[in-house]
């Protein structure tokens, strides 16, 4: 089977940094998502790791280590409208099908 | 980045009808487009992969004469909820793959959300 595990609920300041974790057990890993979604919402694509490293785009950031089955997302000068549910998801190879995780809600307070 | 669209974007249906859900990718073509099912305050639940031109492939648990696939061409693909009960109420999302050799992005559609009376 698969799992992933993300903390539940972040709390932060406008203008701050925030770091969401993600370990992940499962087979055949291809590689580690992230996607933004607010109430309501579609997800939304935010980052993308096949190799172990750090890739930015912007204000967010995406971390992956494939040896510790564990990523992160990296969110910086955090603005209010950040405040939604944030996934970090498992891409697996043999269909490229993708498992989501519980999902992190971030409440960015002013 | 590139646009999926859905339709309908919400829909209230009798419990024992059909209600069909499509899904497009509108500037690029998808081999390979994902339906996930959605409850409130939970994640997404992968129902099934939809490839063009070949059957769909069911997650466990999720029956395939209920759910019914068809991804009749590369920028279309439907889902029809058959024979509906108010436990299918959900909030009903696709996807459209788009992936290279180091790249990997799925672009979802706007949802569609089911109430089932």
């Known amino acids: 089977g698969q799992s992933l595990e993300q903390p539940s609920e972040v709390t932060a300041v406008e203008g701050a940094i925030v770091q969401i974790n993600c370990t992940y057990q499962?087979?055949?890993?291809?590689?580690l998502s992230w996607y933004q979604q607010h109430d309501g919402g579609a997800p939304t694509f935010l980052s993308y790791?096949?190799?172990?490293g750090l890739e930015e785009t912007g204000r967010f950031s995406s971390f992956l280590s494939r040896s510790d089955s564990y990523g992160y997302l990296l969110l910086q000068e955090l603005q209010m409208k950040d405040s939604a549910s944030y996934f970090c998801?498992?891409?697996?190879?043999?269909?490229?099908?993708?498992?989501f995780g519980a999902g992190t809600r971030l409440f960015v307070k002013a | 980045g590139a646009v999926v669209s859905q339709h309908p974007s919400w829909v209230i249906c009798k419990s024992g009808t059909s209600v069909k859900i499509e899904c497009r990718s509108l500037?690029?073509?998808?081999?390979?487009m994902f339906w996930y099912r959605q409850f409130p305050k939970q994640s997404l639940m992968l129902m099934a992969t939809?490839?063009?031109?070949?059957?769909?492939?069911?997650e466990q648990g999720v029956e395939k004469d209920k759910f019914l696939i068809n991804h009749a061409s590369l920028t279309l693909s439907t889902l029809t909820v058959t024979s509906a009960h108010p436990e299918d109420s959900s909030f009903y999302i696709c996807?459209?793959?788009?992936?290279?050799?180091?790249?990997?992005?799925?672009?979802f559609g706007p949802g569609t959300r089911l109430t089932v009376t």
């Open positions: 996807s459209a793959l788009s992936q290279g050799q180091l790249t990997y992005e799925q672009y």
């Open positions: 499962t087979s055949g890993f291809y590689g």
């Open positions: 790791n096949a190799l172990d």
């Open positions: 998801a498992v891409v697996r190879t043999g269909g490229f099908k993708t498992i």
């Open positions: 500037d690029f073509q998808a081999t390979t």
């Open positions: 939809s490839n063009e031109g070949s059957k769909a492939t069911y």
